[in-house]
Structure formats: C-alpha cells, structure tokens
C-alpha cells in the first residue's frame, strides 16, 4: 500500500476544540518526495507520544506500523494515547511493537528487512540517541565523532532497506536535543528532510510545549504555525497557534 504524504494532524491534534483542530486539519500536506522525518525535543516533551500519535493515525488507515523502542523506557514512560483511543482499539492491531537494546539490533533488523512478508507503511524509531550510545559504551562515556558515525551509520541501513523494499515506506525518528541546536543536523538532513522541532514554553498550565516545523524541503514553512501543546488529563492535546 502506499504511502500518504506526511500531514501535520497526524501528529498532533485538538480535539476539544473544534476550531483549533480545523485548522490544524488546513494545514498542506508537506511534500509527496518526503519520506523521512525527525521529531526532536528535551526530555519529557512528549516525543514518544507524538510518534505514538501519529502511529495510531497511520493504523487506522489499515496500514501497518513498526515502533522500534527500549523496552524499559516504553515501561518507565509510556506514550499516552490519542483522544478516543483505548487498549481495546482495533486499530492498535496494525502496530507492531518491536523491543531492542541497541543501534546494532536496529541494524540487524534492517538487514533482514527485505525477508519480511508484511511489511509496514512506516518505520518509527524513538529515541534513536539511546540506541546509539547504549553500543558505543554502556558504561556512559562516548566520543562525539563516534556518536556522529553510528548515527549515520544506522539512519543508512534503514534507509537501504525501506529503498529496497519496493515500497513507499515511511522512516520516522525522535530523538534527544538540549538547548537551542540540534546534534548536528546535517547527519539527519540526509535520510530525515522533515524536522520538528518541541521546545519548553513556560511551564504550570496546558501549554507548556511548542511544536513547529524547522525543517521542509519543498514546502514554505511559514504556512504551518507553531502549535502550543501540553497534556490535559493524561493525554497530549493541542491547545492554541503560536501566532
């Protein structure tokens, strides 16, 4: 099946304000060509419920979703589910869950990618920086270079086998950034074109996060406003444009 261009309100959404989510659902599609995309952000601003948002807004198309994560941090943390959506959504049916420790599982898995039967539409990865450093040294220090490499070098596996797989398949990736720079984005621009970018507002209230579009080829990135977001009774809701 292929693939649908990325659109925004798959991403994030506003259901308790039907003005706010009509205009969330006006926003263009980005760019057909663009396959890849990164969602980044500081801890604990919601990057894995906003890939988690988008899988169940891909599943429920009938499409099939891959979410690679750390077993252990989708415990510890796990991802609240989009308004309406429960344990016992069908659609959570078309998304498998897929446990690994390291860059080189990922690896691995993307190596035998083509072998699969039922391939997804997308490929999400969360936290892709853990899986790195988890190879490079478990016990906690690693070379800048090195981390730069094993990044590259993972985002190109996947990248070969989505290209070889013969399908329009999606890769989707968040990962870590502190402060105001995200850990060299030339290395992601490559496989990732399409960036968001979540960024602390002031905290205390439901819209305590910004999200925005940094980074979209073929696409004037004036037309999609930044969305304040935040969580409102364990869900992640859009609550106002950041006009």
Aim: hydrophobic letters at 40%; aromatic letters at 10%; glycine letters at 6%.
């Amino acid at each position: 099946m292929e693939s649908s261009p990325f659109r925004l309100a798959r991403f994030i959404s506003a259901p308790q304000n039907q003005d706010l989510q009509a205009s969330i659902d006006r926003c263009p599609p980005f760019h057909a060509s663009l396959k890849g995309c990164l969602v980044v952000g500081p801890q604990q601003s919601g990057r894995t419920s906003i890939l988690f948002h988008y899988a169940v807004a891909i599943a429920g198309t009938g499409r099939k979703v891959l979410f690679i994560c750390m077993k252990d941090a989708m415990e510890s943390a796990p991802p609240t589910m989009p308004s309406g959506i429960t344990t016992e959504s069908p659609q959570l049916a078309n998304i498998m869950m897929r446990y690994m420790k390291t860059s080189k599982d990922i690896r691995k898995y993307a190596s035998c990618f083509h072998l699969l039967d039922d391939r997804p539409s997308v490929i999400i990865i969360d936290n892709l920086s853990a899986f790195v450093e988890a190879t490079l040294s478990p016990s906690g220090y690693i070379l800048h270079d090195e981390k730069i490499k094993d990044i590259a070098k993972t985002l190109a596996w996947l990248w070969e086998a989505v290209e070889s797989s013969g399908n329009s398949i999606q890769l989707v990736v968040s990962d870590f950034y502190s402060g105001d720079q995200i850990l060299e984005r030339y290395v992601y621009f490559r496989w990732l074109p399409l960036i968001f970018t979540l960024t602390g507002q002031q905290a205390g209230g439901p819209t305590d996060f910004l999200f925005s579009v940094n980074h979209a080829p073929r696409s004037d990135v004036r037309m999609y406003t930044p969305i304040k977001y935040g969580f409102v009774n364990g869900t992640l809701v859009a609550a106002d444009l950041d006009w």
